[in-house]
């Protein structure tokens, strides 16, 4: 292999590294696809397990100002979906700037940002007004647990 072609596919590969269009339209298509899979098994699980993780998963009755109002479903899913697109962005975001994390550690990185959404199963549950699942369930946390890291598993595909 002699220098420039050498060059040709560092270059290559690092310009697949980069938010151009081509990528922000699959952390789009991925940060949607993820949410929306997400939201229809967590409520298939709850219809099945009685565990309400769905109904968590969209619960914003203890926030200040989003509480106070009567959201309709489709409206908390959307809102559900904004914050599963702002997980895909901030994994291919810390993706394209942390090179360690570039081939199969794609996945390691995927694990972490994952593991905020899932511990987040705990102040959701303790500040929740409405009755949803209890933080010392441990079932519905394994439930929430499991569906978030196979949510993680497709973080990879956005980039």
Request: hydrophobic share 55%.
């Amino acid at each position: 292999m002699n220098g420039l072609q050498l060059e040709t596919s560092v270059s290559t590969a690092q310009s697949k590294m980069k938010m151009n269009g081509k990528t922000f339209y699959k952390a789009c298509l991925i940060g949607l696809i993820n949410g929306i899979m997400l939201g229809l098994i967590m409520k298939w699980v709850e219809m099945f397990s009685g565990k309400q993780v769905y109904t968590l998963l969209l619960n914003v009755d203890f926030l200040p100002v989003f509480g106070a109002v009567s959201w309709s479903e489709p409206t908390l899913f959307f809102f559900h979906l904004l914050f599963s697109l702002a997980i895909t962005f901030i994994y291919v975001f810390f993706l394209i700037r942390w090179k360690i994390f570039r081939g199969w550690h794609k996945h390691t990185l995927a694990v972490f940002a994952i593991i905020p959404a899932i511990m987040l199963y705990f102040p959701l549950s303790a500040l929740s007004k409405s009755e949803v699942v209890l933080p010392s369930d441990l079932t519905a946390f394994f439930l929430w647990s499991i569906l978030h890291l196979i949510y993680a598993l497709f973080l990879p595909k956005a980039i």
